[in-house]
Antibody
Framework: EVQLLESGGGLVQPGGSLRLSCAASGFTLTNYAMSWVRQAPGKGLEWVSGIGGGGSTSYADSVKGRFTISRDNSNNTLYVQMSSLRAEDTAVYYC???????????WGQGTLVTVSS | DIQMTQSPSSLSASVGDRLTITCRASQDIDTYLNWYQQKPGKAPKLLIHAASNLQGGVPSRFSGSVSGTVFTLTIAGLQPDDFATYFCQQTYRTPLTFGQGTKVEIK
């Protein structure tokens, strides 16, 4: 059974940094593309970043240069390093696994990041 | 970036109703269009992928179709469990983009 478990969320001051983790089980990360998707309170879904099975990465313009997606193949864990955080980065962050047409077929439960002084 | 325009933003419906939600892409995305259902406090759930393919375990009252760059999610015979917010998403090109969402409420 595929499971994704995010962790690392919390309260951080503007300009600060945070690293989110997504522990994957039931499949091997390197065999699938993975994404981070966020949802600000009461708002819609926003794709943040993705990493392909081969390791290629991509980012939304809103986070480019501030966020870095990576993975640890030995631990089967996905990460996103977030820096220079802004109030508008406040959201629940989900990791999600992609399948054949890059649809997000499995999601974690989400972790809340709050950027506030 | 590819823009996804979803409509309506909300609607009220009754159990048993037939619903249609539309998503228009700003350019050709082939059939790289997916539909998700989200309930409050929960992660989104994939309903339909590649425009018209029902994800495993999803009831057959959900269906998807496409005409050019206009994609449609249909719920035939709304059930109490279907009251939720629905999002479309294109996965043709990064950045992957979502529609604004359609909240389906009980009339």
């Amino acid at each position: 059974e595929v499971q994704l478990l995010e962790s690392g969320g919390g309260l951080v001051q503007p300009g600060g940094s945070l690293r989110l983790s997504c522990a994957a089980s039931g499949f091997t990360l390197t065999n699938y593309a993975m994404s981070w998707v966020r949802q600000a309170p009461g708002k819609g879904l926003e794709w943040v970043s993705g990493i392909g099975g081969g390791g290629s990465t991509s980012y939304a313009d809103s986070v480019k240069g501030r966020f870095t997606i990576s993975r640890d193949n030995s631990n089967n864990t996905l990460y996103v390093q977030m820096s220079s955080l802004r109030a508008e980065d406040t959201a629940v962050y989900y990791c999600a696994k992609s399948s054949g047409h890059y649809e997000l077929d499995n999601w974690g439960q989400g972790t809340l990041v709050t950027v506030s002084s | 970036d590819i823009q996804m325009t979803q409509s309506p933003s909300s609607l009220s419906a009754s159990v048993g109703d037939r619903l249609t939600i539309t998503c228009r892409a700003s350019q050709d995305i082939d059939t790289y269009l997916n539909w998700y259902q989200q309930k409050p406090g929960k992660a989104p759930k994939l309903l339909i992928h590649a425009a018209s393919n029902l994800q495993g375990g999803v009831p057959s009252r959900f269906s998807g179709s496409v005409s050019g760059t206009v994609f449609t999610l249909t719920i035939a015979g709304l059930q109490p469990d279907d009251f939720a917010t629905y999002f479309c998403q294109q996965t043709y090109r990064t950045p992957l983009t979502f529609g604004q969402g359609t909240k389906v409420e009980i009339k």
